[in-house]
């Protein structure tokens, strides 16, 4: 399930990402249990590697950084929107 997941994900980041972007999403994700990644769509992880790379390129050093993001529910569950928190 892990590979199959993260295979998915990374087909889903933009044609010409870097191999830096991969390997994030790559070792960001190799680790969560299968039960946790089959709560997360392929989309929102490819999502959620780019958006962790870009804030590590601006972030200054000693200083986290923080975005707060809702995630709009899906088919399965349109009303249930999520918050995600991303802390670099």
């Known amino acids: 399930m892990t590979n199959s997941t993260i295979s998915q ?6 044609s010409g990402t870097k191999a830096n972007v ?12 299968d ?11 490819a999502e ?11 972030r200054t050093r000693g200083v986290p950084s923080v975005r707060i993001r809702t995630i709009p529910g899906d ?10 928190v991303d802390i670099v």
């Open 9 to 14: 994900a990374l087909k889903r980041l933009p």
């Open 48 to 58: 959620t590697a780019k958006i962790h790379w870009d804030m590590s390129a601006t």
């Open 35 to 45: 039960d946790d990644l089959k709560l997360l769509d392929p989309a929102l992880m």
């Open 22 to 33: 991969k390997n994030l999403l790559k070792v960001f994700f190799e680790k969560t249990p």
């Open 75 to 84: 088919s399965e569950n349109p009303g249930l929107n999520r918050t995600v």
